[in-house]
């Protein structure tokens, strides 16, 4: 007995000194989580108060039309994005690389995309814009728009800066184009500007913000060395179209549900829902950041057959944790969702409150599988993953294309959580199901 009790008082005073040794240990990553995580959080609340401005200033019907066309531009570059800067971390990995030939390859397939990407936007916009709920009128200021996709040539640059852990130099871009966001946004409400001005102003700005970041890469390259490893162009375009078709699958189910609410019931009805989907964006920005910083990490530690169950224990009571505090949030939202839409947007917002209650659980959800994607990238179930995605965002478009009129923006909401929902279990039972390591191409 007195032997059990000075192990049990021996383990609580060594407790201090073991978590000493454990924020020691991960020095580096929670600065870069500290970092990524503080500039999320301003510009998370700069695209809160640009929404407040942008709702306030155009109103549900204006804002509806403008969410639209902002959908529709973004869908289109989902549809070509490559993502090439999580292949740059694969691949940027090993230690004989060539990172400055690595980097122009992954810049030339970053610019091949955006070209197709704004091909596909115009296509759209002219042939299939009444289909989408984008009237005839505003179709001009939609092709305006697209512009800004021409400058999507950042994942290069995205994907260097984090592999070499500079996430301040992406912090620091990221909360200056919020803050001047928000500024532009203020000048829009105060001139009263019609929704034009608005397409004007936001397209510049989207434009040089990825050209900022852009021109920092390129600076930065400089010191590398060069020599090394070279990648093949077909080698990089062949695992950035895998990675790509899945993160298209994962963030088109956003602008879809915005697209089909606009073609089946209309800008007044997109713009409560548009507003909802927005507000959960701190959720969906905090799952990116959680992502980005441990993106490479994961990739590194979980390609080995043999994993401790420790980590796998850790790894299950971390996902379970984001689900509890999703449900925790929703039912907090439900309590303050009215009174907070009305003093943020107005009260012709008020009637989005039932759907962003959804929208919270669903970020949630997806918040808790977000670092199944990695992990199951490093395991080589790419396969897995995109059938997994496949699935979900195929039944949620015939659902909401099938029901969404009975059902209203409230049910597409609904919908949208299902397909989260069943995207999680789906890779938990992959990740922790019998013989998970077998079918990942473990031991």
Request: with cysteine.
């Amino acid at each position: 007995m007195q032997r059990s009790l000075d192990l049990s008082v021996n383990a609580v005073c060594s407790l201090p000194r073991q978590t000493l040794q454990l924020i020691r240990s991960q020095r580096r990553r929670l600065a870069n989580f500290g970092i990524a995580g503080g500039a999320s959080v301003i510009v998370a609340l700069t695209a809160l108060g640009m929404l407040a401005l942008n709702a306030r200033g155009l109103g549900s019907v204006q804002f509806g039309i403008f969410a639209a066309i902002q959908a529709g531009i973004a869908l289109c570059g989902s549809i070509c994005a490559t993502e090439s800067w999580q292949s740059l971390c694969r691949l940027g990995c090993a230690r004989d690389c060539d990172l400055r030939f690595l980097c122009k390859q992954a810049l030339a397939l970053d610019a091949m995309a955006a070209l197709a990407a704004f091909v596909l936007a115009i296509g759209g916009i002219y042939l299939a814009g009444p289909m989408l709920g984008i009237a005839a009128e505003y179709r001009d200021l939609a092709a305006i728009h697209a512009v800004s996709l021409l400058a999507g040539i950042t994942g290069s640059a995205r994907g260097y800066f984090r592999l070499k852990d500079r996430f301040a130099i992406i912090a620091v871009n990221q909360v200056v184009n919020g803050v001047l966001g928000l500024g532009i946004a203020a000048v829009l409400l105060w001139r009263e500007a019609g929704l034009a001005h608005y397409i004007y102003a936001f397209t510049a700005l989207a434009i040089a913000y990825k050209l900022q970041l852009l021109g920092m890469m390129v600076w930065h390259l400089r010191e590398e060395k060069r020599g090394g490893h070279r990648y093949r162009f077909g080698q990089i375009a062949r695992m950035s179209f895998g990675v790509s078709v899945l993160t298209t699958m994962i963030n088109a189910r956003r602008n879809i549900a915005i697209l089909v609410v606009s073609a089946a019931l209309g800008p007044a009805a997109t713009g409560l829902f548009a507003a909802a989907l927005k507000c959960t964006g701190p959720i969906a920005r905090f799952g990116d950041t959680i992502k980005q910083v441990l993106f490479a990490d994961v990739i590194r530690g979980f390609r080995s057959a043999d994993i401790p169950a420790s980590r796998m224990q850790k790894l299950r009571a971390a996902t379970w944790a984001f689900l509890l505090f999703a449900a925790i949030g929703a039912a907090l939202i439900a309590f303050v969702a009215e009174p907070m839409l009305r003093l943020m947007l107005g009260s012709a917002f008020v009637a989005a409150a039932p759907i962003l209650i959804l929208l919270v659980l669903a970020e949630g959800v997806h918040l808790a599988a977000t670092i199944f994607n990695p992990l199951l990238q490093a395991r080589g179930a790419m396969r897995a993953l995109i059938a997994i995605h496949a699935f979900a965002l195929g039944c949620f478009i015939v659902g909401a294309l099938i029901f969404g009129t009975a059902l209203g923006s409230g049910g597409i909401a609904a919908l949208f959580l299902a397909s989260f929902v069943f995207a999680y279990l789906a890779q938990f039972t992959l990740v922790f199901g019998p013989g998970r390591w077998s079918r990942m191409g473990g031991g």
